[in-house]
């Protein structure tokens, strides 16, 4: 069996609900690590990971991508026999790579009743190394390898290294958002910023399905598989919005047909949230990207629903945003090149300064609850496991 210890950012804790996170958290690992037949155990402050020797390497990438997480350490276990100790602690030098040659100890307890406090911990077993191997040399700043050795209540636990977690909030101890997801590079990461804050998400993709392919829907549910590795299932609901730019495009001019299409989009979105309970939307806009994302155009397009709007890529540049899409593996897929129904009938010119009541008016000429329920008509979900 191995082990390892999680440890999770405390300091943020301050002032939250404590017992929730930590609930959120553990929900959180069972959920990451199912399949994998590890046992997870709540410690103060902190979590074990218990799984077969074999599954390891699957567990820890697993906790790599746990939002909430500070580090984790595959850890060495032991008693608290100070014979055991050193044994462990020359094991586990021995199968440092042979470039290791300084090291030093930083040893801890929380047993305070322990024979020896941290300072004759770091003496006896660094002199015990030194003894084994008469190559090795204690450093104290900046030495190849830091043994950590922690006296627990039951057990000694000894560490060579942190893995960094990816920090953040437990996915779900924030409320429930809906994403809008486009199948861009941007809302994907959009959705992966939420879930670092802790918000869990339902999806939702607006189609022009005949207009375009199936195989820019087959997209979108890539992506949330892509995404659902972070957090959780993901409930994706599509909807066609085929007849909506139908109608804009009898009725209303060229270059306000995206202006129009989002608030659509946007009023949509609202009917969903009703509909399954969902606080928020998040969307991967983006300041001064294209014309629809110029101040105006944002505030006249977010001014057609009153629910709060999460832009989480606001203020990021396209460049920042590419690197984290490379990062959690969306970024393939996002540049796969099939239509989107913003990407048909894109004018020519969109206007970039709109105006709240000449889009109000065009919207006047249409029916527009009639066009929602008939788009809400063709609503299709499944879940992405
Ligand atoms: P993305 O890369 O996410 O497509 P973008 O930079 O192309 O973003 P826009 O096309 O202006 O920007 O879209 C702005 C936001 O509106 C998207 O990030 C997304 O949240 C939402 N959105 C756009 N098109 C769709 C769609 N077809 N379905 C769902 N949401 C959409
Ligand atoms: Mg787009």
Redo the contacts with the bound molecule.
Sequence with gaps: MSTILVRYGEIALKGRNRGQFEQQLQRNLKGALQNLDATIIRHRGRFSVHCPDAALQKVTMRLGRIFGLVSFSPVYETVHDIEAIKAAAAAIVKELPSGNKTFKIMARRSNKDYPYNSPELNQILGAHLLQCYPDLTVQLDDPSSILEVEIGYQNTYLYLERIPGPGGLPVGSSGRALL???G????PV?GWLAMKRGLSFEA????SFPLTSKRSQEKVVDLCRKLMLYGHNIPLHEVSVTKIQEALRKNCPADLSVILL?RM?LRLAEKLCELRKLKVLV????LG??A??TLDSIDVISKATRMLILRPLISFDKLEITAIAEKIDTYETSILPYE???TIFVPASPVTKPKLAVIERFEQNLDLDLLLEEALETLETQIIK
């Design positions: 809008l997801l486009s861009g590079i941007d809302s959009a939702v993709h607006f189609h989002r989009m969307t991967g806009e983006n990207q294209v629809s994302q989107d129904c913003c």
